[in-house]
């Protein structure tokens, strides 16, 4: 089992910064899972932003978000972070940390196998 923590979310005005963190816990494995950042805005699917590889050495992002977040890991603190910069009203949503079992299932939110509860960012103009 792995256990997923998000922090860092709240209100901010367009155009500032946030760093969201994931803190995760539970089997040393988790070590060797891609970790991914997704969010979900009220009534929208579930979306993908980000993910890294297990070494950190590979990223991935969503087209559309590509330049203004960036997702990296600490192993070594067992964390997970994404950097939300030049933040939109349209990035409103809660913010979800997760696992999957290989980097081909990243941009699938259905194939995640481990799902923090989330933490919102709100976005106003």
């Known amino acids: 089992q792995v256990q997923l923590a998000e922090s860092g979310g709240g209100l901010v005005q367009a155009g500032d910064s946030l760093r969201l963190s994931c803190v995760v816990s539970?089997?040393?494995?988790?070590?060797?899972?891609?970790m991914g950042w997704l969010r979900q805005a009220p009534g929208k699917e579930r979306e993908f932003i980000a993910a890294?590889?297990?070494?950190?050495?590979?990223?991935v992002y969503a087209d559309s978000l590509k330049g203004r977040f960036i997702i990296s890991r600490d192993s070594a603190k067992n964390t997970v972070f994404l950097q939300l910069n030049n933040l939109k009203p349209e990035d409103t949503a809660v913010y979800y940390c997760?696992?999957?079992?290989?980097?081909?299932?990243?941009?699938?939110?259905?194939?995640?196998?481990?799902w923090g509860q989330g933490t919102q960012v709100t976005v106003s103009a």
């Open positions: 539970g089997t040393p494995e988790w070590s060797y899972y891609p």
């Open positions: 997760a696992a999957a079992q290989t980097m081909a299932m990243v941009r699938s939110p259905p194939l995640y196998s481990y």
């Open positions: 890294v590889s297990w070494s950190g050495g590979t990223t």
